[in-house]
T-cell receptor, first 114, second 114 residues
Framework: ETGVTQSPTHLIKTRGQQVTLRCSSQ?????VSWYQQALGQGPQFIFQ???????GRGNFPPRFSGLQFPNYSSELNVNALELDDSALYLCASSFDRGRDEKLFFGSGTQLSVL | GNSVTQMEGPVTLSEEAFLTINCTYT??????LFWYVQYPGEGLQLLLK?????DKGSNKGFEATYRKETTSFHLEKGSVQVSDSAVYFCALSDARGGADGLTFGKGTHLIIQP
């Protein structure tokens, strides 16, 4: 049990729609990261938020955006969905943003884009 | 850019067998190295880490040594149990730390038969 919860667990959308995925971090964790995991692949870094500001971003287009709130919750928003966006989306929280920080992962949201 | 390569699975072993899962990496700096494990139906969990060359990470009978000369971080366990069945991910974190996120390998599915 990591203490990180994600909702919903499964979601089906059609191409061109917008989606919001939610994450609740462990209390006291001021950093949240989002990852995309395609089938049979390792997780790929989307972005990280530290104290409600974007702290770093992977190789994902601007239609992937996020928010982090003071109550340890966060969101991942994806606009103009494409078929290739179908994947498991993982949220991970950590106490701080250092490179050696232990990440606590949620179980993920499985997004299917039809 | 950074990359992690780990052996393809699934790897099937009998209980009490010796386990090695190979992991090699490419990085521009001196990364920190991690093994994360994903048990069925659960989120990824940190298994062990090493932050500098020749460090050995260990946890739950698993070990891995940071080998800079061979750019490797192979996971080993002397005697596996059925409960070790899971997907194992090797990952690295580079100099910019959380701002660049973790770079993961594709994962190795380990199946332990009684």
């Amino acid at each position: 049990e990591t203490g990180v919860t994600q909702s919903p667990t499964h979601l089906i959308k059609t191409r061109g729609q917008q989606v919001t995925l939610r994450c609740s971090s462990q209390s006291g964790h001021n950093t949240v990261s989002w990852y995309q995991q395609a089938l049979g692949q390792g997780p790929q870094f989307i972005f990280q938020y530290y104290r409600e500001e974007e702290n770093g971003r992977g190789n994902f287009p601007p239609r992937f955006s996020g928010l982090q709130f003071p109550n340890y919750s966060s969101e991942l928003n994806v606009n103009a969905l494409e078929l290739d966006d179908s994947a498991l989306y993982l949220c991970a929280s950590s106490f701080d943003r250092g490179r050696d920080e232990k990440l606590f992962f949620g179980s993920g949201t499985q997004l299917s884009v039809l | 850019g950074n990359s992690v390569t780990q052996m393809e699975g699934p790897v099937t072993l009998s209980e009490e067998a010796f386990l090695t899962i190979n992991c090699t990496y490419t990085a521009t700096g001196y990364p920190s190295l991690f093994w994360y494990v994903q048990y069925p139906g659960e989120g990824l969990q940190l298994l062990l880490k090493a932050t500098k060359a020749d460090d050995k990470g260990s946890n739950k009978g698993f070990e891995a040594t940071y080998r800079k000369e061979t750019t490797s971080f192979h996971l080993e366990k002397g005697s596996v149990q059925v409960s070790d069945s899971a997907v194992y991910f090797c990952a690295l974190s580079d100099a910019r730390g959380g701002a660049d996120g973790l770079t993961f390998g594709k994962g190795t599915h380990l199946i332990i038969q009684p």
